[in-house]
């Protein structure tokens, strides 16, 4: 028996008036995902437990089968982990987003224009941060470079307490509520500060405001932790695994749970991703003696913090008939039985742009026939028709790998 799990990130949302009030799952054509729901376990599940904020760090530790009361210490050690940083017990990681900032003189003055500095390349990034280190890595400091526009400071001997607010929960919003408070607030403030006026004139920012895109115009720091430990994925399952994804965050929680890492080409994060790519990279994991597989696929999120409604579609009706199509068609001519879980880590709204703790509709899918349901679509609302609810997210992978 094969094992697998498809993550659409952030992929479930509320109705969208536009759609006459129906969300973008129940409007997108994916016919082999529906398909299978008659054959699978339908219902809700509670990814974000109760005292935690919905992001995608506590949901897809909770996907993936680990109670985030027990492991969860902040979410950029999980990327920093990713990146290659050998974390001290001592150090607290944040994470170091390029963002884009309005134009006003006075910092505190400015707006969230864009999160993520209009998508920037990793190769643009790369040279700004490498810029950046120059003036801010000292004894107590330092910069890693990671992907895009996601990156991570290390303070050693930092404090935690900090309030840091995720730049995706306040696009469009004045930044003055939002800036750091705690302990060590003053200096991440300053080397916000610092960024905006060294970033400003730099020639990767010219050129991109030359070529119409937003400018990586400062850091902004959030999501701190300390060094975290998860039980062995084998040992804690009995069963050895593998993660594909884009995202550090992912990848990181992989490591740290001693699965294979597997890097795809043409995997972006966004919806221009690599869908196929990861399908076949997922087939090759299994056939190779794997015995289960994370396949997770950020584009559906990415959509929803920028309100990309024709591409959060799209994003989904590729995971359907790009990824699961050739998912399924790859393990039947391999002769395997296997489960399939589907699901997101939690709600990405199109009309907040940010995460929410609602739960989120899954589907278990069997080949060998052991689930039925009354219902014909996977979406929000047929999943709550169902009545099956599951109250803790880490209860799905014990679903998944029930004998």
């Known amino acids: 028996m094969k094992y697998i799990v498809v993550l659409g990130d952030g992929m479930a949302d509320y109705p969208v008036p536009t759609l006459e009030d129906k969300t973008p799952l129940q409007v ?8 299978l729901v008659p054959y699978s376990e339908v219902g809700l599940c509670k ?51 390029l963002v884009t900032l309005s134009d006003e003189d006075n910092y505190e003055d400015k707006t969230m224009l864009d999160y993520s500095a209009g998508e920037i390349s990793t190769a643009e990034a790369q040279e700004l941060i490498a810029f950046l280190k120059k003036h801010f890595d000292d004894a107590k400091c330092t910069l890693y470079s990671g992907v895009s526009y996601r990156h991570c ?46 970033l400003k004139d730099h020639p990767v920012n010219k050129a991109r405001i030359a070529a119409g895109k937003n ?3 400062s850091v902004w720091f959030w999501g701190e932790g300390t060094k975290p430990k998860l039980d062995n994925f084998t040992k804690k399952f009995g069963k050895t695994g593998t993660v594909i994804s884009a995202v550090d965050l992912v990848k990181g929680i992989g490591i ?58 799209y994003s989904i009706e590729q995971i359907s008939e790009t990824v699961v199509k050739r998912l399924l068609q790859g393990l039947k001519d391999a002769g395997e039985e296997f489960r399939m879980l589907i699901c997101p880590d939690h709600p990405t709204p199109l009309s907040v742009r940010t995460h929410v703790a609602d739960p989120v509709p899954y589907m278990l899918y069997s080949s060998c026939g052991e689930f039925r349901s009354d219902s014909t679509s996977y979406d929000e609302v047929s999943a709550k028709q169902t009545g099956i609810f599951v109250a ?12």
């Open 256 to 313: 740290l749970a001693g699965m294979k890492i597997i890097e795809v080409p043409g995997a972006t994060g966004n919806y221009d991703t690599n869908f196929a790519g990861k399908a076949q990279a997922a087939l090759d994991a299994l056939a190779h003696g794997y015995d289960f597989v994370y396949i997770h696929i950020e584009a559906p999120d990415e959509c929803g913090h920028q309100g990309d409604l024709a591409h959060k579609i």
């Open 215 to 217: 400018p990586a115009n």
């Open 47 to 97: 990814t974000v437990p109760e005292g935690f904020k919905p992001g995608s760090d506590v949901a897809n530790l909770s996907v993936m089968g680990y109670d985030p009361h027990e492991c969860y210490t902040g979410r950029s050690p999980l990327e920093a982990v990713s990146i290659g940083i050998d974390l001290k017990d001592t150090g607290v990681t944040l994470r170091c987003n």
């Open 153 to 198: 400071l290390v303070v050693d001997h930092g404090k935690t307490g900090h309030d840091l607010t995720p730049p995706h929960d306040i696009s469009g919003k004045p930044i003055k509520e939002y800036l750091p408070q705690g302990p060590d607030a003053a200096l991440y403030l300053n080397m916000m500060k610092r960024s905006a006026q060294l």
């Open 392 to 403: 803790q997210g880490w209860d799905l992978m014990k679903k998944l790998f029930r004998d």
């Open 28 to 35: 997108a054509k994916k016919p082999t995902i529906d398909s």
